[in-house]
């Protein structure tokens, strides 16, 4: 796994969302990722209408991605930690950050 193939799957998970594609950006999480997503998600805007990438930086054997996502009502950035399971980049952790 390296920066730039965990960006072009962050990307994609961006995508999935400013288009409302929820399974699809749900299968980019882990278990452990996946209980905490409700709580994230009422934190961002309603609709999210697009997604940014802003950084990919390498944390031991994760790597971790910030993506600002905005919309009608305003804009919120998310933290998310990405490692390989299964064979590609999930999504293991995540928080909104100022």
Known sequence: MNDSRVREHA????????????AGAASDLSEGARAKAPGIMKLLPRPVTAAEVTSVESAADAFV????YTGEDGAAT???????????????????VP
Do not use: Y
Request: net charge negative; aromatic share 2%; no cysteine.
């Open 11 to 22: 990307e994609a998970h961006g995508r999935a969302l400013a288009r409302g594609d929820l």
């Open 65 to 68: 991605v910030r993506t600002r």
């Open 78 to 96: 998310v933290e998310s930690t990405w490692a390989e399971i299964e064979g590609r980049p999930r999504i293991v952790d995540l928080e909104v």
